[in-house]
Structure formats: C-alpha cells, structure tokens
C-alpha cells in the first residue's frame, strides 16, 4: 500500500483511508465490522476516519473494539459534533473510552457550516481553544477541522487559525457550495481551501469522492480515485460497505498512477454537469 508523508504530522498515512462513517455502519453484524477493519489493516490501510456523530458513539465502539493490541500501527482520527468546549471535552472523554486509547492523531470539529458556526466554533468557550489544550496535554495530537458545505468558510477558517490538519469533499466534479456561481474556479473547495491548506503546510484528506453515489456510473470508480489522489492530499477517505469494495479500492491504490493536468481537466469537462446538483445536495446533508 503506497503512503504519502501526512502535512507536518510526522507520520505517513495510507493513500487510502478507512471511512467508518454510515457505509461502515451498514455491516450490521458487529463481528463482520470488526472483521473488515482487521482485513483493511491486513492490506495495508493505517488510517481510520471516525466520529462520535456515526451511530452516536456506534463507530468507534466498533473501531476500538478492532484496532484492540494494534493501536500503535494506526492513525486514528475522530470529529466532534458540539461547539461548545465543555460539552464537546465530554464528547471527547467518551470518545476516547469507545475507542479504547489515550490520545488521537487528529480529532476535527465535524462538519463546519458557515460564519455562525465558525464564530461558535471560535468563541472564547468553543471547542476549537479546548482543541487547542487537550492538544498541548498530548490527548490530541493533530487539531483538524471538516467541511462539506462551503469552501468560503473552511477558506476563512484555515487562514484565521492554527489548524494542523483538515478535511473536506474534493471530487472530480469540483464540489463547492450550494449558493455557488457555476464557476469552479471561484467555488470549490478545490480552488478556495486547498491552497490555503498547502501554503500552510497541513496535512489533507479528501472527502466525498464519489459525492455519495452521486457520480457513480458517470466515469470508472478508479478515474475518481485516482483524480482526488492525484491533488496534493494525503489520502482518500472512502466508505467502503462491502469487502469486495475495499479489495477494488486497494488494488487501484497499489496500481495508483498520477492523472495528467490534461487528464484531470477532461474528467472535469466531463462531471462538471452535475456539479450544481450534488452541491445542493451537500447543502443539507448530514454527515453521520
């Protein structure tokens, strides 16, 4: 499994990572989710991408019940839902439990919306200055932020504060934001958050590259894979429901080559019609 040095973490993660958000929620079986965790890892896989917000807790329950007597070979990050800093520090406490560790490589604060949310998040008693303590005691050692909403925003949020990580949607299509001016250029994530991100040295994991389905069947799985690796990130996250998806996507990360500018901007010509609808749908969606 090919890895790539992860921002200034120190710590190279897996091109691919393990999304353990609703696709790993649907192995209803508890034996078979920490099964296909066991056999991610087995392949190769090092990163794993939860959040208190899957299955209220459910996830990680199941993820520190797989990665039990491993932890020291796996990059674990989780999100934290609540904005306020002593109810969000609870939700970390519990997390932490759940996943049977002492620390997390990065933890985020999930899902950042718009200005409201970011002032929330920002505020004197808001999650991000707990962030910043539990990272100073070692509890967390990467503070990261997600986005599916708005480049704007995440944008404005990179560049105002210290943040050693991120995560947002990136996909072929060039997602962006529901109120958007049809103009990727100037409302993408792609072209707003990234290079921020770059110019700050952080590590990134991309996001949504399939945009929940929505682009299945309009080109192969693998030009999706390979179009969001070959952006400067650190790795793909991707829910992977059934095992035989997790194989497909370790055989396209090991046979990974980079996508031509060229190739990169005919995929664009070719998905960017369906760019308005999957960022309207991403307006709303809720990430759990």
Do not use: W
Request: with cysteine; aromatic share 8%; proline share 3%.
């Amino acid at each position: 499994m090919p890895t790539r040095l992860f921002g200034q973490t120190g710590k190279r993660i897996s091109i691919v990572a393990f999304g353990c958000g609703s696709r790993y929620l649907a192995y209803k079986n508890e034996d078979d989710a920490i099964a296909v965790v066991h056999k991610a890892m087995d392949l190769g896989i090092n990163y794993f991408d939860t959040a208190y917000d899957y299955g209220a807790g459910l996830s990680e329950t199941r993820i520190g019940k797989a990665i039990a007597g491993r932890r020291k070979d796996i990059y674990l990050a989780t999100k934290l839902p609540a904005r306020n800093g002593d109810a969000a520090q609870r939700i970390l406490e519990g997390s932490l439990k759940r996943c049977q560790t002492d620390h997390f490589n990065t933890v985020h604060v999930h899902a950042l919306n718009n200005e409201e949310d970011l002032a929330a998040i920002e505020a004197k008693d808001g999650v991000l200055n707990m962030l910043y303590k539990m990272r100073d005691q070692k509890v967390v050692h990467n503070v990261g932020i997600s986005c599916h909403t708005d480049p704007k925003v995440l944008k404005t949020a990179l560049e105002r504060h210290d943040f050693n990580v991120t995560q947002f949607a990136l996909n072929a299509a060039r997602v962006g934001q529901a109120a958007n001016d049809g103009n990727p250029a100037t409302d993408s994530f792609e072209a707003l958050a990234l290079p921020v991100a770059l110019k700050k040295k952080m590590g990134v994991t991309a996001m949504k590259i399939f945009a929940q389905e929505k682009l299945n069947g309009k080109t192969s799985v693998d030009n999706l894979i390979r179009y969001s690796l070959s952006q400067p990130v650190g790795a793909v996250v991707l829910g992977m429901p059934k095992v035989e998806f997790l194989e497909q996507n370790v055989a396209i990360a090991k046979a990974y080559q980079p996508m031509s500018p060229a190739e990169m901007k005919g995929l664009n010509n070719q998905l960017n019609q369906y760019k308005v609808s999957i960022d309207s749908f991403f307006l709303d969606h809720v990430d759990a």
